[in-house]
Structures are given as C-alpha cells and as structure tokens.
C-alpha cells in the first residue's frame, strides 16, 4: 500500500502556500512603497500629520493591506509546516512555532499604525495637548510599528532559516532554494540587534526577496515532487507508528 | 462491533460545550462589571468613574482574562473535535483562534494602563491632570482598536469553524452556515468605518451563531458514530 497521510494532494498544499506567501510579499511591499513612502515623512511630525489627515483614507487603506498581509501570513505559516513536516516533525513545529509568535507580534504591532489616527482625529478631549505635542505623538506611535515589526522580523529569521533547512534537507525540493532561505533567515536574525537589522536592511533584503521569490516561483510552477514527498510522509507515519 | 466503538477515542462534545458555557458566563460577567465605567470622549468623568470604583474595574478585567484562557482551551479543543473533518483547515482555523486570543489578552494592556496613568506617581506630575485623563482615555480607545484587531482573525476563524461544522456530518449544518455568515460580518473589521456602521447586526448574528452552537453540544453533544467514521477514515486515508 503506498501511503498517504493526508487526503489532500501535497501539490494543491504547495501552490497554495506559495500563493498566500505571494500576497504576503506583495502586501508588505505595496503598503510601504505606495503608502507609507508618500505618507511618514522622517523627522517631521507636521508633515506626516498633515498628510495622514489629508490621505485618511489611503491611511486606512494601509492599515486593511496589513490585516490581510497578517491574515494570509497565518495561513501560510501552517501549510509551510504541513508541507515540511514529512522531512523533519520536531524542526518543523519548532519552525511553526516561531512563526506564529512573529505573527502575533507583527499583527499587535499594526494597532500601532493605524494609532496616529487616534491622535490626529479631532476628538475634543486630546484638546488638552496642543498640536505639536499631538503631531508629534503620532510619528512616536508610528516609530513604535517599526521597532514591533522588527521584534517580529528576528522570529520570522528563525523560522525561515529552519524552513530552509528542512527544504535543504528534503528530497522533494531544490536544495539551492533551501540555502537561500537559510541565508534570508540569518539576514532577519540580525533584526535580534535592530541597529544591525537596520544597517544592513539594504543588503538583507535583496537576499531574502530573491529567496523568498524563487521558492514562490518554483512552488507555483514545479510544486513539489509528489512521489517523495509521499514517501517521506508515508515513512514518518510508519516509524512514528502514528497509525490511527 | 460495539466493542470495537467502545476502544475507539471519543469527541468530548459536552465537555467542549461546558468549556464554552464557561467562556460565555466569565466574558458576560467580565463585561457586565466594566460595563457603565467608561464614558466615550468625557476623560475626566472616566477617569473619575474608573478611580472610584477601581476593585469593580481590575474584577471585571480579571475576570475577562479567565474568560480568555477558557477560549483558548476551546480552541484547542475545536481542534480536537474537527481534526477528522479535515486536519489542515483546523490547524489553520486553531492558528486564527490563537493569535486573535494573544491579541486581546495584549490588549488588556491598554485596559489597565489608565489605572497606571492615574496612580498618582511623582514622576507623572511633569503632566497636568487633564492631560493625563486625555492619556488614560486614548488608551483605552487603543484597546478598543487592538480588540478590532483580534476580531479580524475571528472572523477567519468563525469561516473555517463553520465551514468545517457543515461538512462534518456530526453536527447540524445549521450552526455552521450561522457561523460562516457571521466570519463574514466579523470581516467588515478590515475596514473599520463599515464595522462601525454594522456592528449591532453584526455582534446580533455572531452572539447567535456562538450560542446556538454551545447550546447544541452541551445538549445533544455531537454524532458519536459519524465522528467516529470520519475519525477513522482520515486516519485510513
């Protein structure tokens, strides 16, 4: 009997999870580049007010970008396991693991960044402060984003440096695409120090981007091989003598 | 063949139902004791009511964080119970439940930062006192987002839950589409200015869907003979 131990074929679980990874990617860079860029002005608490309240709407829209980026990071974080854990259960789970506490930490750090629009609308009791104070509150609130997202970027680099290794590991993946996770994953991992994250954040990012793009790619177009990938799943249900 | 049914592993629906009774009575009761103290956009009379009653208050959020560990259980339990329907989409749905728990139980944060505010520290002196009601109320209005927040990710959960309750085969559809509809409107939470426009309907339609449920297993529990089945079909397959 060649074993399954999931209904589904690991192939729809593989084009699935590349495509929520997709929309992860892409939800990140587009709230940055089309929104955030025309919006937080470094430094200058007046300007970035002055066009949060301008652009409220183009604010919120960030903020909905986020919740769905979030929303699909979750998804992703337990396909990804349910891909990789045929390779390796416990690296697997540990991987899992750290991922969902980086997305616990990246969501709660979006409360953060809709936050200024708390401070900046015109509610009569913040009346108490006066407008620079406010203003200046709001570029505070947005700073404290960054720094969260950033928390949560370290526990994303030990999650993607052992997703690499378990892809580097697995017979039913490339293993380049494993290195090149396991060098994006060290590349987070320097956000444990945010000063080193930040100052090497131009080289990190090309590394993870092309690491992140080339496991999406080969996903949605190769999958993964479906015959090893049942083996390894069949071989770990049998040693594990998890038969039920 | 009854033996055989006897040794298999049994859903434990009441338990499930008993748990979510008790997540309902403390989350009620958590609210009820809050409930009155915080006057929308009135810092000072806020801050005042919260001062003056300050045991009711920490109770009440005591109270709502036991209310949070009981949904937490539940959701492991959910779990549990729909492992067999299908394993992948109830992880996914568990990981939705999870970290929509850890973002209110952090939310909390902003709940109790108004009695931290207000506590009469010397160093908080530097700011007058209107200001530091503004503050404590602009906290707890952060609480209120971070809570729209969590309310997202329970909506993905309700979808899934309900989607899974309605291919389950030992549960009736009923409380499944209920639950779909309200993930739905739970939903409107990505854009905030919709859920405020639709939030009695939409917390009408999730309070029912929820009840209905809870009710149903504590009361008729769930098929045992149907979980079975699927329970040993997926561990066939």
Not at chain 1, 43 to 58: F, H, Q, S
Not at chain 2, 19 to 44: E, Q, W
Not at chain 2, 54 to 79: D, M, V
């Amino acid at each position: 009997m060649k074993g399954r131990a999931t209904g589904l074929s690991p192939q729809i679980y593989a084009r699935f999870a590349a495509l929520l990874y997709l929309i992860v990617i892409a939800a990140g860079i587009i709230v940055q580049m089309g929104i955030n860029e025309r919006i937080v002005v470094d430094g200058d608490a007046a300007a970035t007010a002055a066009n949060i309240l301008a652009r409220k709407d183009l604010f919120q829209l960030g903020f909905t970008v986020y919740l769905i980026e979030m929303t699909c990071q979750i998804a992703q974080t337990a396909i990804f396991y349910i891909l990789l854990k045929p390779v390796n259960r416990n690296v697997a789970l540990l991987a899992l693991v750290f991922s969902l506490v980086g997305c616990t930490i990246k969501t709660l750090s979006r409360l953060f960044y809709i936050a200024p629009l708390l401070v900046l609308g015109d509610s009569n009791y913040l009346s108490v402060f006066n407008v620079d104070q406010l203003q200046a509150l709001a570029l505070l609130l947005l700073n404290v984003n960054n720094q969260a997202a950033g928390v949560a970027l370290a526990f994303f680099g030990i999650s993607t440096f052992l997703n690499g290794y378990l892809i580097f590991q697995s017979a039913f993946l490339p293993r380049f695409l494993g290195i090149l996770s396991m060098l994006g994953g060290l590349g987070w991992l320097t956000f444990i120090y945010p000063p080193l994250g930040n100052q090497l954040f131009l080289y990190i990012l090309p590394v993870a981007l092309v690491g992140s793009l080339s496991q999406i790619v080969w996903l949605l177009a190769k999958g993964v091989n479906v015959e090893n990938w049942n083996q390894a799943s069949y071989m770990q249900t049998s040693t594990a003598g998890e038969y039920r | 063949m009854e033996q055989i049914a006897e040794a298999l592993p049994h859903p434990k629906a009441r338990t499930i139902g008993l748990v979510y009774l008790l997540y309902f009575l403390t989350a009620f009761l958590g609210a009820f004791l809050m409930n009155g103290l915080v006057v929308p956009s009135d810092a000072a009379a806020t801050m005042n009511s919260l001062l003056a009653h300050e045991t009711l208050y920490r109770s009440g959020f005591a109270i709502g964080l036991i209310a949070n560990a009981f949904y937490i259980a539940l959701t492991a339990l959910f779990y549990g119970l729909f492992e067999p329907v299908n394993r992948s989409l109830s992880l996914v749905a568990a990981f939705f439940g999870l970290v929509g728990c850890a973002i209110q139980i952090f939310g909390g944060l902003f709940q109790l930062a108004p009695l931290v505010v207000l506590g009469g520290s010397q160093f908080l002196s530097a700011f007058n006192v209107q200001q530091l009601q503004a503050t404590a109320l602009l906290s707890l209005k952060l609480y209120s987002q971070a809570y729209s927040i969590a309310l997202v990710l329970f909506a993905f959960y309700d979808l899934l839950l309900g989607y899974l309750i309605f291919r389950s085969t030992f549960l009736p559809r009923i409380p499944g589409v209920l639950l779909m509809l309200a993930g739905v409107g739970w939903l409107t939470f990505v854009w905030p200015p919709l859920a405020t426009a639709l939030f009695s309907y939409v917390v009408l339609l999730g309070g029912l869907a929820e009840i209905l449920l809870m009710l149903w297993l504590l009361v008729k529990g769930v098929n045992i003979e149907q979980w079975q089945k699927r329970a040993l079909e997926s561990g066939r397959k």
